[in-house]
Nanobody
Framework: QVQLVESGGGLVQAGGSLRLSCAAS????????MAWFRQAPGKEREFVAA????????AYADSVKGRFTISRDNAKNTIYLQMNSLKPEDTAAYYC??????????????????WGQGTQVTVSS
């Protein structure tokens, strides 16, 4: 079965950096978009970034543009989220997701079928 396993979360000071990883297994993802979402306590899960597995176009939420970078390593079946210039408001559980895409990548939860268990990112001020 499909598995998405996140790692790399932790505690960091404001202005610092973290890199999240998501190891994907269980199927071929060539026609899929891979995304990162995040959810802070008491808030809705929100889109952060996405990348099309086969061709590599990316999309970002306005709140992270210029600070976060999503990338993939096809050989390792892994996607990454490099997070720089972190802010306290970036504190959340971060989730990896995968969803079939025929044209435009979705920024909505319903566009993604498979989800990881999440990894916590805490940014202290």
């Amino acid at each position: 079965q499909v598995q998405l396993v996140e790692s790399g979360g932790g505690l960091v000071q404001a202005g610092g950096s973290l890199r999240l990883s998501c190891a994907a297994s269980g199927r071929t993802f060539s026609n899929y978009a891979m995304a990162w979402f995040r959810q802070a306590p008491g808030k809705e899960r929100e889109f952060v970034a996405a990348i099309r597995w086969s061709t590599g176009p990316t999309a970002y939420a306005d709140s992270v543009k210029g600070r976060f970078t999503i990338s993939r390593d096809n050989a390792k079946n892994t996607i990454y989220l490099q997070m720089n210039s972190l802010k306290p408001e970036d504190t959340a559980a971060y989730y990896c997701a995968a969803g079939f895409v025929s044209s435009t990548m979705s920024t909505m939860r319903r566009g993604y079928t498979y989800w990881g268990q999440g990894t916590q990112v805490t940014v202290s001020s």
